[in-house]
């Protein structure tokens, strides 16, 4: 199998199982303990403008003053409910025309793979993460989980890397260690026919683990 191909589908299995609330711990994403940045229903569209301008996004929950999630306001909301129809952007306020419907939202317990699927069946770009207690606690785009996929797809080779040196160095050292009592006549070269078989062994033993991990992960993936 594919190395590159066998990262990818191990990265998409972790993604099933990692939780939201895991990508700040993990430090993939970044902590806000404030909260995203939202606007409450009587905004005006010209300060909410600014502000896309000023942070360079594309979107914000609208939420009341308890941070109860009440809608999505975009920029092409604004063009299309603002700017096409000629509106002033100081007399038009963010619930007049902000969308409430087809949002994508997800619980910090949910896992990544869920907030993706939404993503994907609400056809947005955003997605409102909500607290146990339904609070807004943080809105992430398709980006911030692609950006996800890349972090964990890099620790995974880090990792992967990391075992098999583990797996080279025990039958290296044995190996070494074989030919040195060998050359310098320290035991019976019978003990040395010894201490190489094991390294071997041992070789094989990690090269078919290594092999059973692979079809672990396939075998998960399938399911």
């Known amino acids: 199998m594919n190395k590159e191909t066998n990262s990818l589908k191990i990265v998409k299995l972790i ?3 990692i939780k939201i609330s895991d990508l700040v711990r993990l430090g993939i994403v970044e902590e806000r303990p404030k909260g995203p940045i939202r606007f409450h229903p009587n905004a005006l569209i010209s300060e909410i403008a600014l502000e896309f301008k000023k942070k360079n996004i594309g979107s914000v929950p609208i939420v009341d003053q308890e941070d109860n999630f009440l809608g999505v306001l975009s920029v092409r909301d604004i063009v299309i409910k603002l700017v096409a129809e000629g509106r002033d952007s100081d007399l038009v306020k963010a619930k007049e ?11 910090e317990h949910h896992s990544v793979d869920y907030a993706i699927e939404q993503i994907k069946e609400k056809g947005v770009r955003n997605i409102t993460i909500l607290s146990r207690d339904k609070k807004v606690i943080n809105f992430l785009s398709l980006r911030d989980f692609l950006v996800v996929g890349q972090k ?17 160095l025990i039958p290296i050292t044995l190996i070494a260690t074989s030919i040195f009592v060998y050359l310098f006549d320290l035991f ?23 092999a059973k991990k692979d079809l672990d992960y396939d075998s998960e993936l399938s399911d």
């Open 15 to 17: 993604v099933k199982k």
């Open 97 to 107: 025309i902000m969308k409430t419907e087809n949002l994508a939202q997800a619980y």
């Open 152 to 168: 964990l797809n890099k620790n995974l080779k880090n990792k992967q890397i990391q075992i098999v040196r583990l797996q080279l």
């Open 188 to 210: 019976d070269a019978k003990y040395s026919y010894i201490i190489l078989s094991f390294a071997l062994l041992t070789m094989g033993i990690a090269a078919v683990l290594t």
